[in-house]
DNA sequence: TGAGACCACCGAGGAAACTG
DNA sequence: CAGTTTCCTCGGTGGTCTCA
C-alpha cells in the first residue's frame, strides 16, 4: 500500500512536471512538490520499516525496544492520523506539511517528545490550535507557545484549553510559524509521543511518521476500543493528579509531561505493561499493593506543574488507587434504603468492617460461629426480608476436601440448607449466597475460588 | 459544548421450529 | 396446514467515554 501511495504521488509529480511546461504552475509551486515528493517518499520507506528493525542495543533507559510501541502503519490509518496518500495535497490534508524534509530511519535511540495542544472553536465550526507544548525526555519545556487562529474564536473552550480572550489578544505567532518552528525543533528521526495525538496532528496540521501514543498503549478496560483519559492513566500509573483546575481547563506542558511519563513508565517494564489486551494482569485488588507498583514520590521527575506552582498542598497528596480496587462497599451504599439482612460467619463479618461506618442505615446484621449456624439463622430472616445477604466460607471448605466424593457430599450438604432457606422465603424475594474463596494475597498452592448464587423466589415477572 | 466512536439495549421483521 | 412461539439479525437509539 505504501509503496502504491508513493508511485501514485510519484506519478502526480510527472503529471505537475508537465503542467509545468505549458506554462499552467510557477517553478515555486514545482519546488515546493519535489521537496514534499521527498519527504512523502522518506516518510513511508521508514514508516515501513518500523516491524523489521531488529532488537538492537536497546536504550539504556529501557527494558525492551521502544520501538515496540511505536504505531504501525495500519493503526496510522485506523487511528484517523494524517497520512500523505496519493493525491493528498488537493485533498483533506492540503494545507499539511511535514516536520522534516527527510526522514531519518528511526531507531531505539532515536529521542522522543512529549507533545500535547489546546484548540479552541472557530467560526468555521472547526477546531483551530490555540497553545502547543513539547517536552524533552528530561520532562524540560522546550517548546510553548499560544497560537492565534485564522478564523474568528467563537468559542475558546476555556474550560478545557485553558485559553481566554485576553491571553490570545496580544499574541501573532500563527499555524505556520509553528510548524516551521517544529520543523527546526524536530531531528528527522524524532519519535512524537501524545495521548490520542491524532487530535493535536489534525490541529497542527503536521504529518510525522514515528509516533507512539499512550492511549493505545495502555489498554486498562480489556475492550479493544476503549481508551483511558490522560487524567486517569496518569493518576493510576503515575500517581500523578493533572487536569485538576476545573474551569481553568489545562495545560498542555502537563498533558505532553503526563503522556510522555506514561510512555517511560511503560518502557521500564515491558511490552504488555498496562495492556489488558496482552495478557496483562493488574497486581491485585489490593489497595496497597497498587500503590507499592506505582512510582514513589522520590522516584517522580519534576513535573512542570501549574497547580504545583499555585498551591503545593493540593498536589498528589492522594495515593494512585489503581483501575481496580473494591467496589463492595459502592453495593452496599447502593443498598442502603433496602431492608437488608445479613447473615454471616465471624470470620467473614471482618470484612464488613471497613464498610459499616461508611453507612448512614446499618443493614440488619447476625454473626455466627459456622456455616450451619448461618444457615440455620437464615431460615429465619428470610420469611421477613426481601433482600438477604448470606456469607459462608464454602471456597476453602471446598478446596481442602481430600477426594472427589467428600467434595460431592459436602455440596449435597450445601444444597439441603440452601433448598430449606429457599423454601422458608416469602415470595418475590432475592437472597443472594456469598461463598468466600481465598484472598489473592496468600500462596497461589492456597488459592481457593469463591462464588455467589442468587436464588429468587417466585419471580414477579415471566421469563 | 460538540464531535466521534463504541456498545448495550430494544423493537421490528423474517425464518425456522413447534403444536394442535 | 395454519397459527403460535422461538430465535436470530438488523437498524435505531441512548448512554458513555474520549478529545479539545
Sequence with gaps: MMEAASRGWEDGVTRTQRASTLGDIDALKLSNVLTTNIATSSFFKNLSKLDSNPDDDIHP???????????????????????????????????FVFTSDNYKEVTSRSPMFGMDCEMCLTSINKLELASISVVNEKLECIYHTLVLPYNKVVNYLTKFSGITKDMLQTVTKRLENVQKDLQKLLPPDAILVGHGLCNDFNATKIMHPYVIDSAEIYKVSGR???????????????????????????????????SLQLVQWKLKHDETYG????????????????EKMCPSKSDEKAVDSKQERKDSSKISTEKAIGPFRRTDKYIFQELEHCNLAVITTARCFKNYLPILPTLSNIPLMEVLSGNKQVSQRARDFVPNSRLTFIHMEMGIKLSQCP?????????????????????????????????????????????????????????????
Design 61 to 95: 533507559d529501557d527494558k525492551f525496544n521502544r520501538l515496540k510501541l511505536l504505531l504501525k502503519p495500519d493503526e496510522f490509518v485506523k487511528l484517523g492520523y494524517p497520512l500523505p496518500m496519493p493525491g493528498f495535497k488537493g485533498g483533506r490534508y492540503k494545507d
Design 403 to 463: 477426594n472427589k466424593a467428600t467434595r460431592h457430599r459436602q455440596l449435597r450438604k450445601l444444597d439441603k440448607r440452601l433448598h430449606r432457606i429457599h423454601k422458608a422465603a416469602i415470595p418475590k424475594s432475592i437472597h443472594v449466597y456469598v461463598f468466600s474463596g481465598s484472598s489473592l494475597n496468600v500462596p497461589f498452592e492456597k488459592h481457593s475460588n469463591g462464588f455467589v448464587l442468587v436464588g429468587i423466589k417466585d419471580l414477579p415477572f415471566k421469563t
Design 224 to 258: 479493544h476500543s476503549k481508551t483511558s483519559s490522560l487524567k486517569t492513566l496518569s493518576k493510576m500509573f503515575l500517581n500523578l493528579k493533572i487536569q485538576i483546575y476545573g474551569s481553568g481547563g489545562h495545560d498542555p506542558t502537563e498533558d505532553a509531561s503526563a
Design 275 to 290: 495492556n489488558m489486551l496482552m495478557g496483562w494482569v493488574p497486581p491485585t485488588d489490593s489497595y496497597y499493593d497498587w
